[in-house]
């Protein structure tokens, strides 16, 4: 079997920003970049099942992924086309296996976060006797991540307003995805690895979003034992990581990190001397979005 495509942001790419005058503190005009908003309409076979709004990158992983986390996508289910038009801003994915969902279409939750995150009524459905693989974690890849995930090129370096979403093997960034919100990048991750046929077992998610409860069961549902992010968590998603024995991390800057979850798999491996710390006042830098 061939490796996967790895995919990283591109903040070069015209689509995803625009250019927007204004002025500045002292009266002085001035150019920015600013992160587009579109919105994508998700179809499974005939049957309409959302509208979300998007940077428009990577459409048919955003659509594959959110069918897949809400489970309207089984594992054993056969993909016969994702079928994208830009003109109308639709994206259809299609299954051999009839589908209706109408009854779980109609039960929505808003969910908390940038860029009003949408499931459905039972998303703690398939939590039940999941169990996740015992992986193990060093520190010395979560360092090494993240200062190279906080470096890299990115729509949030060029124009900000965005979250991040990266799918890692111990040092290796393998898909790094972008979006309004928190939310959607996660489900690119989701859509990607189904696509491709990419275990979870022994990955890493990496978000720069808060450690929410949908984002703790999206990344269970993924089969991913690990999670960290930059910012802080939810007691509801601290609650359903010790329910799921998900190993969550947060508050990660520089030599720091607080792990409320699985601290089993951590491997305190890293050569402190050698991690770049952050001052407190940096580290209170910036809201946890």
Known sequence: MSQPPRHFPDPSNPRLTRAVEGHDHTGQLQQIRVVEER???????????????????YPEYLAVGFLRNQGMLRDDDQITAVDYDDDLEVVVVRTTRQTSYEEKVKKKTRTSGCAVG???????EGLEGLTLPPAE??????????KEINTLPSLYLEAGAIHGTVLCHQTAMLAYMEDVGRH?????????MFQHGVSGADKILYTTGRLTSEMVIKTAQMGIPVLASRSGFTAWGVEI????????????????????????????????????DEPRKSRRKGAEG
Request: overall charge neutral.
């Open 39 to 57: 919105p994508l309409t998700i179809f499974l076979n005939a049957q309409e099942i959302v509208t979300a709004m998007t940077i428009g990158d």
């Open 118 to 124: 949408t499931v459905f009524g039972d998303m703690m």
């Open 241 to 276: 990581a010790r329910q799921v024995g998900l190993t969550l991390i947060g508050r990660m800057r520089g030599q720091r990190f607080i792990c409320l979850s699985g601290e089993d798999r951590l491997i305190r491996d890293a050569d402190m001397a050698a991690v770049a």
């Open 137 to 146: 974690v060093r520190t010395s890849w979560l360092y090494a991540l993240a």
């Open 184 to 192: 959607n990048a996660v489900d690119k991750i989701s859509g990607y």
